[in-house]
């Protein structure tokens, strides 16, 4: 299809008059807009509880196993008496 039979074609599909829009779509549109906002922040609050619990299991085992404390050396033998 050469440049000027597209750019034909194009101006023919804009000039065109756009098909009626049915009466009843509204109402359905914004039905399925409110149901997939509603999916969204129940998602978007369902990811921030998720970072926060493991924010919360972090802090928690950062304060038990302490991975910041050097270990004690297991390879001097104990000191005795002299």
């Given amino acids: 299809m050469r440049v000027l039979d597209r750019e034909a074609l194009v101006r ?3 000039e065109r008059t756009p098909p009626p829009v049915p009466s009843d779509l509204y109402p359905e549109v914004v039905r399925r807009g409110g149901r997939i906002r509603r999916r969204a922040t129940a998602a978007r609050r369902l990811l921030w509880l998720a970072l926060l619990a493991a924010a919360l299991a972090f802090v928690i085992w950062a304060s038990v196993a302490r991975p910041w404390v050097e ?12």
């Fill in 12 to 14: 023919g599909m804009l």
């Fill in 71 to 82: 270990p004690p050396s297991t390879t001097t033998p104990p000191v005795s008496d002299w």
